[in-house]
């Protein structure tokens, strides 16, 4: 490939468009990815691991009489994208036709992506020695702490993503974005009797990255506070979320108010449009616009405008989050959560209360705080929930010891409506997430 | 210099051979014990059958080639999808930057390996069938699932076919290539009745030609599989809780040796100290009847290669023997620190990735207890049946899902259960083994087992087995 200039992937998303509707294609769409990564992971002190390197790839979808096929490369020569084209417009012929397929339409809302905040120059400016340093320096902090037995080592790393975008509606748009990250993984205590955790810190800009004591203190009180754990009885008791935790529900939530999991009837919140699936306590919503944070973007997979969506107003479900093709199965209109086929959360959140998760804590006779899940057990079909689960045990408002070797098991569509006290801590750590909760009432199985 | 035969990567990769040489050289320029360029070259072909019609269909191309650089512990890499000889060295050269010896290093000149074994010979690859003859598969699948019982309410069946053509070169000279293909037919049915909706997952295929669906595991099955678990939990309870006596189907319940035993008998998580098993080779970790093993070369699984993504030909690996731990999954850089030989269990995902110690298809060797003799041994407990997943961590602490199970009462499977999780630690749960069944099964050619990001096609497999005491996680 030879040279280019910064319009050069623009150019090629158009002039693909063309050649599918030269041959023959009703509609197209072509997107790009232009990435470069940079990552560095450390452990005791040394460096294990150094990767860099950009790299691109490319998606298609053509659309002929109703019918849809994609193609993707990460060969972007001409020649090897027109036969992709070509093909994919062939093999269209072989899908069913499919009266909700197709683009959306163009929609005449323009983009201030500046305002968003998505990236930060800063970033590539960043030199590798500085880098490498924040890394050794996040785990030379926690290695410090003579509690501290082994490390899984901390990692810095940066990305930086152009994305493409153009269709045969007209639709023609890139912008770029950059993430960093630190993250550090701890373990604590002798081999036979072991706990671990991590702690990690995730931007768009380097200069909000949380400090490295910041991070390197925080992995370490994760850790060995499950020192030392207790099995407990099985019983019924009021659980504790804390916020990472909360996150992890969420996503388990979108799974089930995803359009796609809904049209395929794989959710149990089918047919729950406009009705009370929750406390009415509860307000959760997906926000794509909000500068500057993980999930924020100007438009969706297919080029639809983000937006802010109530998904749960006052405990009613109010709507679900669609790409196109979803929101055309549900006689809805699409929420700009496009991940092509499937739909992806923007910045999907649980409003946060005004009680401080300390009083949380007090408010607790007996119970336990969830700190960390494991393993699969999620079914969206049904909302069941069963986990492998670690958590701190309170008696009398008072963390008394921390519990391993446990289970807990309970079902979304009753946690939603048992959630008694919402935190004030909401952090945005991620893209999905949610404060401090508590929950009336769930299985936690033990001996 | 030999030319390559059967798989010529100046075919796929359009490289010369001489160039790659160069670039090996210019990736130890500063120094370095090793280096290495993985070229790959991976097709796929997609079909997506839901709502009665044929969705879409999908191909992929993906093309590129990543470089490593090892010196003492440290790994320097660098990957691109451009294979201009400037790109290329870029990538050397970022490689290169984890040593700074400065010592030149002298790169073996390039000889091709050959090899005569093949775990995957198919009568036509995949990739080159037609799609016609794919999708009417993927219909035979769902029209089985969707015509079982009126209850079935929706279907959805998906085929997969992936060719990674994949060459790999290395400073001590090594040229070597393989062409794995990798089929995958799913169907996943929905069951309804009153309020209740419940789902049922079935699959198959391996490193298999389409022939696969007419002699081993036919698309009609598939489907009537996923519609029979589907039905089966409408009329299943909610799981018990508490400790209990737990019986493990064979085949699916591999699981438990993947997660509880793999995973920490991978060498990297040892040679770290981080695995509760770092410091108990030669020792007890398990009852005495438990022989496990990690075999990459079983025929047509999907957990197998011809050679593993570090170019080294895959040995049959005894890790525990007699209840003994024996023997560790090795890489390149670990087999090297540790002064170990290699195994050939050096995975990696794709050519952005770099290798690292990996299961391949891993499994309870079978035992002398008739099945039926193991499920009447048990007064109360709990008949593990199908597997969703597990995890595990370095700690030894684990958990798996389970989709579907049984109650065990006075020696006779009874109620159906749904969705149910067992954890435990591993040692304990190896010990607590009481009785390993005669009839060794494999799981569903199905599985993908995640590590540090990296997704690579696994199998397990294990014979009923009887565990004493293990923790169930319901909601009783």
Redesign the interface.
Known sequence: ?KEEDSTYLKELAESLVAFGRVNGADEVEISILDGYEFSVDV?LG????????????LGLRVIKDKK?????????SRE?LQY?VK??IK??Q?????EFSGLPPLSPKGFNIPSLRLFDAEIAKLD?EKKIALAINTEKIALNDKRIT?S?GASFETKEIKTTLANSNGFLQEYEQTFCGISLGL?AGE??S???DYWFSSKRFFNELEPPEEIANIAVERTVRQLKPRKIK?QNVPVIFEPMMTSWLLGFLFACISGVSI????S?L?DKLGKRIGGSNLDILDDGLMPGMLGTRPYDAEGVPCQKTQVINKGILKNYLCNTYAARKLTLKSTGNSAG?GVTPNNFYLVPGSIPPKEIISSLDKGLILIRT????L?P??G?I???AYGLWVENGEIVYPV???????NLGEILNNIEMIGNDLDMRSSVSGPTIKIKEL?V??? | MKKPSSLLFEDHFNIPLDYLQKILNISLSRGGDFSEIFLEYKLYN?I?M??D????????????LGIRVLSG??????????F?FEKIKK?AL?AS??SSSHERKKTSLLNSVQFSHNFYPVLKSPHKES??KK?SLVKKAYLSARNFDPKI??V?VSFLDQTQHLTIVNSEGLLISDARPLVRLDC?A?A?KEE????GFSGGGGRVGIEYFSNTLTPEEIGQDAAKEALNLLEAVL?P???MPVVLAPGHSGVLVHEAVGHLLEADFNR???S?F??KMGKKVANCQVFIFDDPTIPHFRGSYNIDDEGTIPKKTLLIKKGKMTGLLQDRLSAKLMNKPLTGHGRRQDY?C?PIPRMSNTYIDRGEYAPEEIIKSVKKGFYAHKF????V?????????I?SGYLLENGRLTAPV????L???N?NILNNIKMIGSDLKFGPQTGTCGKEGQQVPVTDGCPTIKIAKM??????
Do not use: C
Not at chain 1, 94 to 98: C, E, K, M, P
Not at chain 1, 404 to 410: A, D, K, P, R, V
């Open positions: 490939m452990r040394k460096i294990e691991n150094l990767v860099e390197a950009g790299s691109r790839s849809t096929a994609f193609g993707s490369s990460s060969d972007l090897t992709l093909n994919a093999r269209a072989l899908a069913s036709t499919d590798s082994n899984h373990q081999t036979d072991r706990v671990e099985t049209y395929q009837k794989t149990f089918v086929t494991l393993g699969h057990g079914n079909v049904t069941d069963s986990r492998g391993s070797e446990i289970t807990i098991s309970g299985t199985a033990g001996q | 997609f997506n839901e709502e019609i044929i969705k879409e269909t999908a191909e992929s191309i993906s093309l590129g512990e440290k790994t320097g890499y660098g990957y691109t999808n451009n201009s990538a970022t930057s984890i799609m016609e999708i309410k929706k959805k996943l929905v309804e209740k909706r419940e789902a799981p809780a508490g400790e770290k100290k981080t509760i770092w410091n952005t770099m969703q997943g597990g995890q961590e370095d700690s030894g602490k684990f958990t798996f899902s989709s749904k969705q149910a999780t954890i435990g630690t040692i923790t169930v996680g319901g909601q009783k």
